[in-house]
């Protein structure tokens, strides 16, 4: 159970371990921090003749581009000890992160479609960062097969079919049932509308946090969970701005009812078992 009261209580021997997991945790939370910014660069390999054109024809241009990049990520999901392991999966998750920003745009499509294309965005940073260590963990592959899964499903138009509430796989663990709560709250209240992006990297965020937490402890996982409770925070802070007392009073009483249902599944022994929603 990730408890912050650690920080106060955890005695001065277990400093140099701090110390030992510095790099690991700068990291990760970077990749946390420039999530938007990934997104920036990846455009930096648009071709010229692409640069300036509208929404709908940047998709189109990039069509084929599409096909090789999904061909290319089948590829190394299904085979991941190749010895060019690293570098074709950086160059698939940056082509990936290409894509993904047509259907981040406002204006042309949906706050469901937003939703899932910033979601893909996240997983593929926890790819990404899961590669940048050269982990071979079943995480960074259910991170890269996850946002794989999106944007197929937002290629094809499929989009309906995603659940917007997904189970936390076997490399995480249910842990802050408080941010959960709001969460999952805010998502049956119709809160994508109002914070697509910021709703969809707290779940990445919070499964994220989860696993270091099970793997590495508090150390790790605390700035994840702070990004995961400040993007929660923004998401909330929007659906009020967008709705009459009335609303925003049944969206506290949904949240304490889910938090009730998620309190007691709060893993005390910090063991990551998955978990259904």
Not at 33 to 51: E, F, H, R, W, Y
Not at 78 to 97: F, G, P
Not at 138 to 160: C, D, M, P, R, Y
């Amino acid at each position: 159970m990730f408890n912050p009261t650690t920080l106060a209580t955890e005695s001065a021997a277990s400093r140099p371990q701090l110390f030992q997991l510095l790099t690991r945790t700068v990291l990760s939370a970077a990749l946390l921090l420039t999530l938007m910014p990934s997104v920036q660069a990846a455009g930096n390999n648009i071709p010229d003749n692409a640069k300036n054109v509208s929404t709908t024809t940047f998709s189109d241009v990039f069509k084929e581009r599409a096909t090789a990049c999904h061909n290319g990520i089948e590829a190394q999901t299904s085979n991941s000890k190749h010895s060019n392991h690293q570098s074709s999966q950086r160059q698939n998750i940056d082509c990936m992160l290409t894509q993904l920003r047509v259907y981040q745009q406002p204006a042309d499509h949906s706050s469901r479609q937003q939703y899932f294309a910033y979601k893909a965005q996240a997983w593929l940073n926890y790819a990404s960062y899961e590669d940048s260590i050269k982990s071979r963990s079943s995480a960074g592959v259910h991170a890269l097969q996850s946002a794989t899964a999106i944007l197929k499903a937002l290629q094809n138009s499929e989009e309906s079919s995603l659940n917007l509430t997904i189970d936390i796989p076997s490399t995480s663990a249910l842990m802050r049932p408080d941010l959960w709560a709001n969460l999952v709250a805010l998502k049956d209240s119709g809160g994508i509308t109002t914070a697509p992006r910021e709703l969809a990297f707290s779940e990445v965020a919070l499964i994220w946090a989860a696993a270091n937490h099970c793997d590495h402890g508090w150390r790790q996982s605390a700035s994840q969970f702070r990004m995961a409770d400040r993007w929660l925070e923004q998401a909330r802070e929007a659906y009020v701005n967008a709705h009459d007392s009335k609303t925003n009073a049944a969206l506290e009483e949904l949240i304490n009812d889910y938090y009730k249902q998620y309190a007691p599944l709060d893993p005390n022994d910090d063991n990551c078992r998955g978990q259904v929603l």
